[in-house]
């Protein structure tokens, strides 16, 4: 491997470093012919949903709708190396767990379902049939089903997948669905009903194209939802300031060169992004947020005592919201010294964006995992929709809340009603329409999924799809307790680190992807997902599956089902497999005031977005307005233990180079940082007062009083751009630094962005210092 390197990126996000990076990467898996063909068709009217990021699907799709890193999964999915059974008969599981994330992955796809043999210690091929008969066997046998059952799924699941999924779930007897949204946007999905009464954003491409304003906070376009730089370049053409809160100067939101655009790649023009840029401490949000609201109510204060405008929208607070004066009279009563030690930012900062904001006619903030993955996750997203409600930015054209969304179909797969929150799907009907009682008992969220494995409660664990293992917290604890299960089924495409952890009896079933032709008996079928915005659109697969092998995600459903399940005419599992209409048909009578008309609207251009009462002030609230909900856990710092300053917040971060777990390469070139991802950045006076040196070789250790020792060696310090205090290195190498106990109080979304860890040099008999590495 080339050695470790540090070299500030000076180019704009895209440009032809993203042109280079795309090239590389067709070439790498092999597809450098085939894959711009499929392209062609990607986020297009009866073409395929990208399946990256869940971004929006514009109704006038550019000729080219994608990005670098669409194009990355694309090759991802299409990639011309298959990982066969001959690959499985060279490699016991125990020589496989030695490959890091990246080598994991590069043998290519799955191509045959497999059977974890303990003899050997190797996976070896089996038929579908085998598999289904004792999975579902051995499903049957557990005793508590209640308990003893999970369904985990990832956000990549389309539409018709997720309802069969928790159908099952359902019919069998549990709410166990935890899925990748419960790391994620779970905070979104408990701050925003509280505070506008539905659980996803209200704004859609036509707001940015009419906003006045846009505020960022811990969301970082260039790398995560590239396909959103195009809105945001149009935006800043237009003059709209763009406010960004990060603790780190991420390069999409900074410039933009579009790669699509001749005349750009051309004369090499870029387009400024955020007009102001804050780099807020880790987990400092609640602050900053706290103060931008405090000088919104000093400017109107001074605008009503001097006879000007006033900058609330008083007839918007009075006839639509609830709670404005106790929270009004409680961000008037912080301290600005305090507000400043906690934002780590100086209140002309927070001026300077109350000055912005409060002169903008309509606002937009946008928000992701910066956000949700704090403690205090959900008292900070309520306190932005505080700030966006003070002057009337919900509800009306160019204004609203826009949580960013990760996986591609994240939103759909909880909209289809995979949830362990019972409450949250109409069970009722659910129940009649198929004829059976549902559960009404929770079931495990993902934190509450690992809990109960480490309590030895669980038997049996389906992942449909996803790196569950990888993706959690806690590694030390949660990969030996995985060898403990008595079941595990792996539905993934590619090898990844949860099938290297058996059970006692384990599989690895591979499927069909949504980028290949799925051919049933009834003809070619086709799917449907949601995107950020709410918007519901077909997906057409286009290439033949990797593997003749290879099953559908819905048949694989439907299989299990029949053989687990007691009879019932009403759940027609053989008509679901064979076409995915009568699914659709299902999904449209339990959620008819969405799924109407489902099967033609979904190819409308741009989809058919459901119903989303906020945007049209219609508030689904406890108190029936829209809620100011006042913060308490300023008082308190809950990310950091009361200990001295020599913790420093760990904020897990992923590169421009991985989605998730799935690592493509060594690079995050925004970031200049080459061949590595075993680092730590950090700021130079954090380097300096440690005695440290940049190119060292440094171990990260938990603070927590739980008697467990969490650390990781052999990490190289770079010193970096990054507010004193905070440090960053990557998910998922850092997961085993995170407590499984270190969640956003409401949500249990794990805290990932706020670690508290100690830094040490690794001892001279570990790692000798041996690495230069650039400093900024
Ligand atoms: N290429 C690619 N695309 C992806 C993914 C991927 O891994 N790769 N993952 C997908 C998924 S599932 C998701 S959820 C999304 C994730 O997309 P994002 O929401 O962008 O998630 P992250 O990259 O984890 O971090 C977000 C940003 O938050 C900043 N940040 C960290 N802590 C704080 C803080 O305390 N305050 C503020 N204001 N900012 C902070 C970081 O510097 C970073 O810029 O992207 C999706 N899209
Ligand atoms: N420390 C830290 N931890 C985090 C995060 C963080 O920011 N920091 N982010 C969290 C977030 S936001 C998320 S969403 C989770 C991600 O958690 P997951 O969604 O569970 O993980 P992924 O890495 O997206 O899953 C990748 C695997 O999915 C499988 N796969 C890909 N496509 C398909 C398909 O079409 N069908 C099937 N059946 N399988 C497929 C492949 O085998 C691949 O190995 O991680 C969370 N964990
Ligand atoms: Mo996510």
Not at 126 to 133: L, Y
Not at 451 to 464: D, Q, R, S, W, Y
Not at 651 to 660: A, E, H, I, K, V
């Given at each position: ?12 996000a ?78 016991t ?10 080598n ?5 796809r ?20 085998h ?47 935890p ?10 999905s408990?701050a ?80 400024r ?7 807020v ?14 000088a ?14 006033p ?48 002169r903008?006619?309509s ?16 008292e ?38 995979v ?33 109960a ?47 290297l ?7 690895i079933l591979p499927v ?11 003809g ?44 019932n ?23 008819p005031?969405?799924?109407?008309d ?8 741009g ?11 219609d ?9 100011f ?10 990310d950091?233990?009361?200990?001295g ?35 730590v ?21 938990t ?54 860890v ?9 790692l ?9």
């Amino acid at each position: 491997m080339k050695k470790p390197e540090y070299k500030p990126y000076r180019l704009p996000a895209g440009g032809w470093g993203s042109a280079r990076s795309v090239g590389n990467i067709l070439r790498r898996e092999g597809v450098l012919a085939s894959a711009p063909v499929a392209l062609t068709r990607h986020n297009k009217v009866d073409g395929y949903q990208c399946n990256s990021c869940a971004w929006v699907k514009p109704a006038s799709p550019l000729p080219l709708e994608y990005c670098e890193n669409g194009v990355k999964a694309v090759a991802w999915e299409l990639t011309a190396h298959r990982c066969t059974p001959e690959f499985f008969a060279q490699h016991t599981v125990t020589e496989l767990r030695e490959h890091d994330d990246y080598n994991l992955e590069q043998p290519g796809r799955l191509t045959h379902p497999l059977r974890y043999d303990a003899a050997t210690d190797k996976y070896v091929p089996v038929s579908w049939g085998h598999a289904m008969d004792e999975i579902a066997r051995e499903l049957r046998a557990v005793k508590n089903k209640q308990k003893g059952t999970v369904f985990y799924s990832s956000g990549r699941l389309s539409n018709e997948a997720s309802y069969l999924y928790q159908l099952l779930a359902r019919a069998y007897g549990n709410n166990n669905l935890p899925d990748s949204s419960n790391m994620c946007h779970e905070t979104t999905s408990v701050a925003l009903p509280q505070s506008i009464g539905q659980a996803v954003g209200s704004v859609d491409l036509g707001d940015f194209a009419k906003t006045d304003c846009i505020m960022f906070f811990g969301q970082n376009p260039g790398s995560n939802s590239p396909r959103m730089l195009h809105p945001l370049q149009e935006a800043s053409r237009r003059g709209v300031p763009i406010i960004t809160y990060n603790p780190l100067r991420e390069r999409g939101l900074e410039r933009f060169l579009n790669p699509q655009s001749p005349t750009e790649m051309l004369t090499g023009k870029a387009t400024r992004i955020s007009s102001q840029y804050h780099q807020v401490k880790a987990g400092g949000d609640l602050a900053a947020l706290t103060g931008i609201c405090k000088a919104v109510l000093a400017m109107h204060d001074e605008a009503l005592a001097t006879g000007g405008e006033p900058v609330l929208d008083e007839a918007f607070i009075a006839e639509h919201t609830h709670g404005f004066d106790q929270f009004a009279n409680w961000a008037r009563a912080q301290d600005w010294d305090e507000l400043e030690r906690r934002s780590g930012l100086h209140r002309a900062d927070m001026e300077a964006t109350a000055l912005v904001y409060g002169r903008a006619k309509s606002a937009i903030a946008i928000y992701g995992m910066g956000l949700t993955q704090h403690q205090a996750g959900v008292e900070t997203i309520r306190l932005l929709v505080n700030l966006l409600l003070m002057r009337g930015n919900i509800g009306r054209e160019g204004a609203g809340i826009c949580p960013v969304r990760g996986h591609s179909n994240v939103q759909g797969q909880r909209t289809m009603g995979v949830t362990e929150k019972p409450e949250l799907f109409p069970l009722d009907r659910l129940g009649e329409q198929f004829g059976f009682e549902p559960p009404r008992e929770p079931g495990y969220n993902t934190v509450e999924t690992c809990e109960a494995v480490l309590k030895g409660e669980v038997e049996a664990f389906i992942m449909l799809g996803g790196n569950f293992v990888r993706a959690i917290p806690d590694h030390g604890q949660m990969e030996p307790a995985w060898r403990t299960l008595r079941l595990t089924v792996n539905v993934i495409t590619k090898l990844n680190r949860s099938a290297l952890l058996p059970g006692e009896i384990s599989y690895i079933l591979p499927v069909i992807g949504r980028l290949e032709i799925d051919e049933t008996a009834a003809g070619q079928q086709v799917l449907s997902m949601e995107d950020t915005s709410g918007c519901i659109h077909g997906n057409r697969g286009l290439r033949t599956p990797a593997s003749p092998h290879l099953i559908s995600e819905m048949r694989l459903i439907c299989e299990l089902a029949k053989r687990v399940l007691d009879p019932n005419p009403k759940m027609r599992w053989d008509d679901y497999m064979n076409d995915y209409a009568e699914i659709r048909r299902e999904i449209g009578e339990t959620l008819p005031d969405t799924f109407w008309d489902y099967e033609r609207r979904m190819w409308e251009p741009g989809g058919f977005q459901r119903p989303l009462p906020a945007k049209k002030r219609d508030w689904h609230t406890d108190t029936g307005r829209a809620n100011f909900v006042t913060p308490t856990a300023l008082e308190e710092d809950l990310d950091m233990p009361a200990v001295g300053h020599d913790v420093l917040r760990l904020m897990t971060l992923r590169s421009n180079d991985q989605f998730n777990t799935t690592v493509y390469g060594y690079d995050d070139r925004f970031r200049g940082i080459n061949n590595a991802r075993q680092v730590v950045l950090m700021n130079r006076s954090d380097i300096d007062r440690r005695g440290l040196k940049v190119g060292q070789a440094v171990t990260l250790r938990t603070v927590a009083d739980d008697g467990v020792d969490r650390h990781l060696s052999n990490m190289l310090v770079v010193a970096y751009d990054i507010p004193i205090g905070c440090i960053g290195g990557y998910y998922p190498e850092c997961n085993v630094l995170m407590p499984v106990w270190h969640y956003a109080a409401g949500s249990k979304t794990p805290a990932a962005k706020s670690i508290p860890v100690t830094v040490h040099a690794d001892g001279p008999d570990i790692l000798e210092p041996q690495l230069e590495l650039g400093t900024v």
